[in-house]
Each structure stands twice: as structure tokens, then as C-alpha cells.
Nanobody, 124 residues
Framework: VQLQASGGGLVQAGGSLRLSCAAS????????MGWFRQAPEKEREFVAG????????YYTDSVKGRFTISRDNVKNTVSLQMNSLKPEDTAVYYC??????????????????WGQGTLVTVSS
């Protein structure tokens, strides 16, 4: 099982970026998947998650209304649309997945598979 994250870059405050996570090795159509981020000298934190047959979504408070997580079951990808970016959103963003059948969790230690990370830098 591999997860490949892409889409990071440098953007001005107020701008947008779209991150994508391509999964291979098995289908993740109903699995719990999430995006986490880690800023320098800070702990990895939950950003957004999607889980279950109905693709329920979850967000940390600081990104609600600005970020949208979605999945494409045909392409076996999960995306994170990030709008109205702020300098405090600057971090390395990681996609992650839980083993099949596991419920949504906001704790990074609960995730079994991780992508390599993609850097998002928001300038003021």
C-alpha cells in the first residue's frame, strides 16, 4: 500500500491550493483517510478526514469553511481543496489512511499508512 501526496507549493495569503493523495495497492473507497500537517517545531496535527460509506467529513476548527476534503473512488484519490490560505497554514501536509474497517480518528497514531508529505508555504 502506497500513498503519494502532491500539490503543495508557495502561495500568497488569501490564495488557494489543491492537494491530492493517490493511493495504490488496494482500494480506499470506504476507508478512513485524513490529512495532517506539521509545522516546524510543532507536533503533527489533524486537518481533515473523510470516512465511511457515505464519506462523512471532519475538520479541525481552524480550517472549517476554508478547506474541503473529498475523494474520487474511481481514481482512488483523496483531495484537499484549501482556500483563503493563511500564513499559519504553512506546514508539511501528509495524507494518511487507516486499515480497512477502522473508524475515523483525529489522532495520527491511529493511522496505518502515510504519504511522503508535501510542503505548503503561505506568504503574508
Amino acid at each position: 500500500v502506497q500513498l503519494q501526496a502532491s500539490g503543495g507549493g508557495l502561495v500568497q495569503a488569501g490564495g488557494s491550493l489543491r492537494l491530492s493523495c493517490a493511493a495504490s495497492g488496494r482500494t480506499f473507497s470506504t476507508s478512513t483517510m485524513g490529512w495532517f500537517r506539521q509545522a516546524p517545531e510543532k507536533e503533527r496535527e489533524f486537518v481533515a478526514g473523510i470516512a465511511g460509506l457515505w464519506s462523512s467529513t471532519y475538520y479541525t476548527d481552524s480550517v472549517k469553511g476554508r478547506f474541503t476534503i473529498s475523494r474520487d473512488n474511481v481514481k482512488n484519490t483523496v483531495s484537499l481543496q484549501m482556500n483563503s490560505l493563511k500564513p499559519e497554514d504553512t506546514a508539511v501536509y501528509y495524507c494518511a489512511a487507516r486499515a480497512y474497517g477502522r473508524n475515523w480518528s483525529r489522532y495520527h497514531s491511529d493511522y496505518d499508512y502515510w504519504g511522503q508529505g508535501t510542503l505548503v508555504t503561505v506568504s503574508s
